[in-house]
């Protein structure tokens, strides 16, 4: 174990998959080869063929990413969230690279490892911010919780039974009220993940905008609405009914008691990500879902 050198990036990898465990170790190679420090949690470094050249890092604590350059983040949906966590905390900007299904939020493949690399190397990427959002639960006039999203707040019922009775609300007046599995409040970036599932609008990274999208609701109007992203957007569940949960990128958890707010704003705090392509949105999202385009002669020229 080293001290740290000019240049260093943190690696966050998925350690229980084989192919996060081979990808980690090629990228490890890569940067030290480059004369650029490597930092890993020590948790990890266990299933990881590392070099003693590689520093590991006792707790997971935003402190952790001091004076790094990058995070890179090598794994599924879940993984890149656990790292979008660090990158919000930290200020580092996360460079994604999927090794799941769809990873909206990685900027490259698996088999891109080699570009990867050559691009930290040479400091040929870009970072954006992405929104996020605050999200605070009120019960009886008392905050008793507050939490923030990259993707999305979810409202849900808490079991199979009964469907949860809530109250939307916008910008401090009433919008409708019904019975439902739940409320997906959304960011754009989460546009494409679970709001997606709940047949909301695909948004453009770039739109600034909030989403509330209902989970299979039982009323007439339960369209999804989107809203400017200066909205407060605002979840009662009613008193009389079972209690819910809020899920905060499906990873962070908190039971709802009757009677519930659930408030959510534009986060104060977004999260940076590292871009290495200039590709359109409409490109990634055609790759992505493998949408159809044959026939498409785009304009003429």
Do not use: A, H, Y
């Given at each position: 174990m080293t001290a740290d050198r000019a240049r260093t990036v943190?690696?966050?990898a998925h350690t229980g998959r084989p192919a996060a465990v081979r990808s980690a170790e090629l990228v490890v190679k890569g940067l030290l080869r480059s004369g650029i420090g490597v930092r890993v949690l020590e948790a990890e470094a266990a299933d990881?063929?590392?070099s003693d050249e590689v520093r590991l890092v006792k707790e997971a604590t935003p402190q952790c990413l001091d004076g790094c350059e990058l995070l890179i983040v090598l794994g599924g949906d879940g993984t890149l969230l656990r790292g979008a966590e660090f990158a919000r905390a930290s200020g580092v900007p996360m460079l994604g690279v999927n090794l799941g299904r769809v990873g909206f939020l990685a900027e490259a493949?698996?088999?891109?490892?080699?570009?990867v690399v050559d691009r930290v190397v040479t400091r040929a990427y870009e970072v954006e911010e992405r929104m996020t959002?605050?999200?605070v639960v009120h019960s009886n006039g008392?905050?008793?919780h507050t939490d923030w999203a990259l993707n999305e707040a979810a409202v849900q019922k808490a079991g199979a039974e009964k469907l949860l009775e809530v109250v939307l609300e916008i910008d401090g007046r009433p919008v409708t009220g019904f019975g439902c599995d739940g409320i997906v409040l959304s960011t754009p970036?989460?546009?494409t993940a679970y709001a997606f599932s709940a047949g909301g609008p695909v948004v453009w990274p770039e739109v600034e905008a909030l989403l509330m999208v209902p989970i299979s609701a039982h009323a007439l109007f339960a369209k999804p609405l989107v809203t400017s992203p200066e909205s407060v957007l605002a979840v009662e569940v009613l008193p009389h009914v079972p209690p819910g949960v809020l899920w905060c990128d499906g990873r962070r958890t908190?039971?709802?008691p009757p009677g519930a707010r659930v408030e959510v704003r534009r986060g104060a705090v977004p999260v940076r990500l590292a871009r290495l392509h200039h590709a359109s949105f409409t490109d990634r999202l055609v790759a992505k879902f493998a949408l159809p385009v044959s026939g498409w002669r785009g304009a003429p020229h």
């Open positions: 943190f690696l966050l990881l063929p590392l493949e698996r088999d891109d490892l080699d570009k959002v605050d999200v008392d905050i008793v970036t989460g546009s908190v039971e709802l």
